[in-house]
């Protein structure tokens, strides 16, 4: 078993959370790989540098002089803060990239147009393996290596999925997105506690779920049907949220669904 858990929004920019999260991580005995991105605050530091930041239906075009932004702030600042925050937590971590030893391999969605994002191509497992075997806790950046050999900016949420899905050829996985809402929310505004895979598009078509959330909730739909057991979307705010979470009382879980149902809130 395999956990991985994809941080953002807030919650990635408050470092005492962080080394909560992390250590809550540790405890549970459980191998886990963190998966980061930090798209505002390339939007803000490509600002400050006189870089317009231009998106194609939701998603960073990633200028090749935007990229070079990219690799500053995830893999530098973020990835490193995130790792001084394991040490403090007491737990031993090691900050990767997706372009070390070609952990993600992706495919440029917009060639046409000279940008830089991808999405995931392949993986190698290797380093992730090679440092659990070692007992550190991988805190992954996801900027990668595009097919041509040179950097590739990758959605952290795709990226998260997409290891999610090879980790799942060869043992079991659970995956959870930590970010701002505490789950997927009804029309009223309340957790959505459990969402079988059938169900998604009905959600989106209604209404009910929608804009970003329902681009996450289908892409956590395929890799479900994929292979990954489960998936869930919450929050992190006290010691604790990381077990509630992986119990599937908070937060929304995405699960394939049939006799076995695994909602249970």
């Known amino acids: 078993m395999i956990q991985i858990i994809k941080t953002g929004g807030t919650v990635a920019g408050d470092v005492k959370l962080m080394e909560l999260l992390i250590r809550e991580i540790a405890d549970s005995g459980v191998p886990a790989v963190l998966v980061h991105g930090g798209g505002k605050a390339v939007t803000e530091i490509s ?3 006189g870089i317009t930041s231009v998106f194609r239906e939701g998603v960073r075009l990633t200028a090749p002089e935007e990229m070079a932004v990219v ?3 995830l893999a530098g600042l973020t990835n490193t803060e995130l790792v001084r925050a394991a040490y403090r937590a007491g737990v031993p971590a090691v900050g990767l990239t ?6 993600f391999t992706g495919a440029l969605m917009f060639p046409g147009e000279g940008g830089r994002t991808a999405r995931v191509s392949s993986i190698n497992l290797a380093p992730i393996a090679a440092l659990h075997a070692r007992g550190f806790l991988p ?4 900027v990668g290596v595009g097919e041509d050999g040179e950097a ?3 959605n952290a949420d795709e990226a998260a999925q997409a290891l999610a899905q090879a980790v799942a050829r060869e043992q079991q996985v ?7 809402t505490p789950g997927v929310l009804d029309d009223q505004g309340q957790v959505i506690g459990s969402i079988p895979v059938r169900e998604v598009e ?17 892409s956590c739909a395929s890799a479900v049907t994929a292979g990954v057991g489960r998936i869930v979307i919450g929050t992190y705010r006290e010691t604790g949220d990381v077990g509630r979470l992986r119990e599937g009382t908070a937060g ?4 394939p669904g049939g006799d076995n149902d695994q909602g249970t809130h």
Do not use: Q, Y
């Open 98 to 103: 997706g372009a070390d030893s070609g952990l």
């Open 152 to 154: 590739v900016n990758i």
């Open 47 to 49: 600002r400050r540098l």
């Open 71 to 73: 690799d500053m702030v």
């Open 139 to 142: 805190i992954v950046a996801t």
């Open 202 to 218: 009905a959600l989106i078509r209604s209404g009910v779920v929608r804009d970003g959330m329902a681009a996450k909730i289908r």
């Open 174 to 180: 659970e995956l959870s997105f930590i970010a701002d």
């Open 252 to 255: 929304t879980v995405v699960f």
